[in-house]
Every structure is written in C-alpha cells, then in structure tokens.
C-alpha cells in the first residue's frame, strides 16, 4: 500500500511540474510572438517614414535653411544662392492622383568640381547656373496602379521651356505608384535662357494618369507657380 501511494504521489509531481513547464514555454511563446509583431510595427513604421520623407539630394546642395532671397548656402556639393521664392503650397487632384506642390525655388548654383561633369548635359555653362526646385508629393487613392509623372513639362513665363528627362534631381517621382503608394521628394530644372529679372511664375504641366495597360484614366492639369 505505501508503495503505491508513493508512486501516486510521484505522479501526480511529475503532472504537474508538466503542466507548468507546458505554461512557461506558453508565456516564452507569447511574449516572442508579441515582440514580433512590435518589431514588425515598428519596422512597417520605419519603412512608411522612409518612403516619405525628402533626402538630401546628392546634386545639389540643402536649400532649406534659405528663406530669404540672396541667402547663400554651401555644402560639398557646392554653393548656391536663392534667387526667387515662391509661398505656393496646394494640393491639385488629377483623378486618383492627388498631387501636392510645394516649396518652389530659384537658385543660382556653382557645383562642386565633381559634379561638373554631371552638368555637362544639362547646362549651357556648367560651372555656373540657375534652376528651379520643385518640392512635390504624388499620392494614387486608388485601389489599382496608375502611371504618372507630375511634372511632364515645365515653361516659365519668360518662354524657357523643360521636359520631364530635364530633372536632375533623379528621385524616382515618375512612373507607377501601386494602390495607395505615396512618393516625396523634389526636382530640378537648369534654366539656360532665363532671365530672372523678368521672370513672374513657372507653369507645370502634369502628364496623364494612365492604367497599367496606358489607356488615359484622366486628363493632366496645368498648374501655374507665382513669385
């Protein structure tokens, strides 16, 4: 009889010391699983920051700290002064696309010696030149891809004219945006014939929002940046 009392008891110790390694293994499960899915938040968040925020472009220097024309900046890309200034900041809705432009600047830029060469194809004097800066933020709210650009072509009211391969900027703002995909960044424009004395706004014209097979959804818009 005491031997199996004995074996009973140890029985039932060996039940549960189971049952409650079984219930911390549990807890260890959970608390890794939850420390998952905070991570994976965490990174989804990281990743949706990254998307849209505006970088320091790596052809021409930070021209947020110039407000005020005549200011003058310089980085290792080189030197640059704020010629005109526009306050613009709005929101034009092409179809599915809303399209945000902001931040529009002229400047005259004198490029590093690096970044000469770069010019070449871009400037009538690459060593010396103005362009416009254009800050935008494209946003498709739809539920299917589109193709957009939202600077096809740019004239400013002095008659000079810019296709959307002038940019130099080469943020990746064209193209497709998949369902609800939002891009920010900027573009650049070396204005040759210009002159700024004389110059009172930039038109943009944006292309088309097309489907993925190309057949125009909705026409573009023109929109007209004042100085």
């Not at 890309?77 to 696309?97: F, P, Q, R, W």
């Not at 004239?155 to 002038?166: A, L, N, P, R």
């Amino acid at each position: 009889m005491k031997h199996l009392i004995t074996i009973s008891l140890l029985s039932a110790s060996l039940f549960l010391g189971g049952c409650a390694a079984n219930n911390t293994n549990q807890q260890a499960s959970s608390q890794t699983e939850n420390s998952a899915t905070v991570k994976k938040t965490s990174d989804t968040n990281v990743d949706q920051k990254e998307q849209t925020e505006v970088i320091d472009s790596p052809q021409a220097p930070d021209d947020s700290s110039l407000t005020e024309v005549g200011q003058s900046y310089q980085d290792a890309d080189g030197s640059i002064t704020l010629k005109a200034n526009s306050d613009y900041h709005e929101k034009t809705v092409i179809g599915d696309v809303e399209l945000t432009v902001s931040d529009v600047k002229v400047m005259s830029y004198s490029p590093s010696p690096d970044l000469i060469d770069f010019f070449h194809g871009y400037s009538n004097d690459e060593t010396t030149f103005n362009y416009v800066k254009i800050r935008v933020n494209v946003k498709n709210t739809s539920d299917q891809a589109v193709n957009f650009a939202p600077v096809s072509a740019l004239e400013t009211s002095d008659g000079e004219k810019k296709g959307f391969d002038d940019d130099f900027y080469l943020e990746n703002l064209y193209g497709d945006f998949e369902p609800g995909e939002e891009r920010i960044g900027q573009l650049g424009f070396v204005l040759n014939t210009t002159d700024l004395k004389q110059l009172e706004s930039i038109t943009i014209h944006t292309s088309d929002v097309f489907d993925p097979t190309g057949e125009t959804l909705t026409k573009g818009k023109s929109i007209t940046v004042p100085f």
